[in-house]
């Protein structure tokens, strides 16, 4: 028999893993007591309760949750779960979940040095305007090579001297100048589907420096830490920010000379 009493289990349904392995996680609630086991369904249409189709697993009664790696991406799955006791059948709600390529990051929950979002996390800043953003610095191999920051030292009126966002920096600087390599460097660079890359500023830099590359992440350490990266922070008509890996050390280096780039993007808290 099969009863809707208020003992019936209940269902939570997670992707927890995507590409080409998906994964759904679901996470099973039963306040029943005493059962003999857990039968999990699933369906790629809604289920009718008297006729359900055969179980895809059953579970002991001391199962809290199931990893489904049967499912296919660009699908969508629909679960319910009963337990079982003697001839009584609980059955709960019906829950469902849409399995997609690419699940999306979660920035909120990432700690520092976490491989995320195409790079590696390094925290969050604070705007003097109070906007906060999500830092993701780009791996080593998202660094370039020694390269300017411009090809002119003219750039009288230049507005690119924002501490915080180095993205309204890197739009800024793109109408003063004609050949920005390592500009250009951040803006053509794309991992793992991303595309948002910019030059970071000033404070994003450090935030990188005194999260990633101080503390030895790997991705930080195995390029020459000694040398002064750029920001887009500019300084003067003719200069921007630097800073070293290894230490901290700022440098306002004229804007004409070779330094390496590390890319950053950032996603709103």
């Known amino acids: 028999m099969i009863t809707n009493d208020q003992t019936i289990p209940s269902l939570t349904l997670e992707q927890t893993a995507d590409g080409q392995n998906p ?21 790629e249409t809604p289920m009718d309760p008297q006729a359900l189709p055969a179980p895809i697993v059953v579970l002991g009664a001391a199962a809290v949750s199931h ?50 979002g195409g790079g590696i996390y390094a925290g969050t800043i604070t ?23 411009s090809f002119s030292s003219s750039g009288s ?50 935030l990188v420096v005194q999260n990633l590359s101080i503390p030895d992440h790997p991705e930080f350490s195995i390029n020459n830490q000694l ?12 200069s921007a920010l630097t800073q070293r890996f290894s230490d901290g050390v700022t440098f306002n280096q004229n804007v004409t000379q070779d330094r390496p780039v590390r890319p950053v993007r950032r996603v709103p808290v």
Request: glycine share 6%; charged share 25%; proline share 3%.
């Open 127 to 149: 705007y003097a305007d109070a906007r906060q953003f999500h830092i993701i610095a780009a791996k080593s191999a998202g660094e370039s090579g020694s390269m300017r920051w």
């Open 227 to 238: 040398v002064y990266r750029w920001s887009s922070t500019m300084k003067s008509s003719d």
């Open 23 to 43: 994964v759904v996680t679901a996470s099973i609630t039963d306040s029943a007591g005493s059962v003999d086991e857990l039968r999990l369904y699933r369906s």
């Open 157 to 206: 009126g230049i507005t690119a001297e924002d501490p915080d966002d180095g993205y309204q920096n890197t739009q800024e600087a793109l109408g003063f100048y004609n050949s920005m390599p390592a500009i250009e460097h951040c803006l053509d660079y794309t991992n793992d589907g991303f595309d948002d890359w910019y030059m970071p500023s000033e404070n994003e830099l450090n």
């Open 67 to 116: 990893d489904d790696d049967t499912v296919a991406i660009d699908t969508n799955y629909y679960y319910r779960v009963a337990s079982v006791e003697g001839g009584l059948v609980r059955l709960s709600a019906e829950a469902s979940v849409a399995v997609v390529e690419t699940l999306a990051p979660d920035y909120a929950n990432a700690s520092v040095g976490d491989e995320i």
